[in-house]
């Protein structure tokens, strides 16, 4: 979910459409459309992009993205299809692990190396050893199951 404060999306005060449009097109770009939603963020971010300041200002987005040649499809998908996707799985990984304790575990400082997101670049992944990759599970998925976790809590109240 793209989010649209608009220091997360140009690292200062001043955002617009075309730079919400540049993350949108990164992220196609590097996952692909059927990874992106947007994330609003209206309940929490006190700045957004000129000609973002509330949903119903979308179209002007979707406008943007269609003549950076995103199909109509892809569109749905961001819109709609993408999040419900996604939180069919989060209502399934909930209901498997309801039993389990949240981790407390914390991310190390040393780990955020880029202080503006504007910056984007794949982040550098470490080497884990043998043991720490079975404690976190496949593919090393443990920080998207709290995530998807966390965000499913939110969907039952």
């Known amino acids: 979910m793209v989010n649209l404060h608009s220091n997360f999306i140009s690292c200062s005060n001043e955002a617009n459409i075309s730079h919400v449009a540049d993350h949108f097109d990164y992220i196609k770009k590097i996952i692909g ?9 209206f ?14 200002k979308y179209p002007a987005l979707i406008q943007e993205l269609l003549q950076r040649n995103w199909t ?4 749905a998908n961001v819109l709609r299809r993408n999040f419900l996707r996604v939180f069919k799985e989060v209502e399934k990984v909930r209901d498997q692990l309801k039993l ?4 407390e575990v914390q991310i190390p ?5 880029n202080p503006c997101r504007l910056v984007l670049k794949r982040p550098e992944l470490r080497q884990q050893s043998p043991s720490s990759r079975a404690q976190h599970g496949p593919k090393g ?3 998207l199951v709290i995530v998807l976790l966390i965000l499913s809590l939110f969907i039952i109240q």
Not at 72 to 75: G, Q, R, S, T
């Open 43 to 56: 309940d929490g971010a006190v700045r957004f992009p000129q000609g973002l300041e509330d949903v119903s």
């Open 141 to 143: 998925q443990l920080g």
């Open 72 to 75: 109509e499809n892809e569109l």
């Open 100 to 103: 389990n304790k949240p981790s």
């Open 33 to 41: 459309a059927e990874s992106v939603g947007i994330g609003g963020d």
């Open 109 to 113: 400082h040393w780990e955020v190396q």
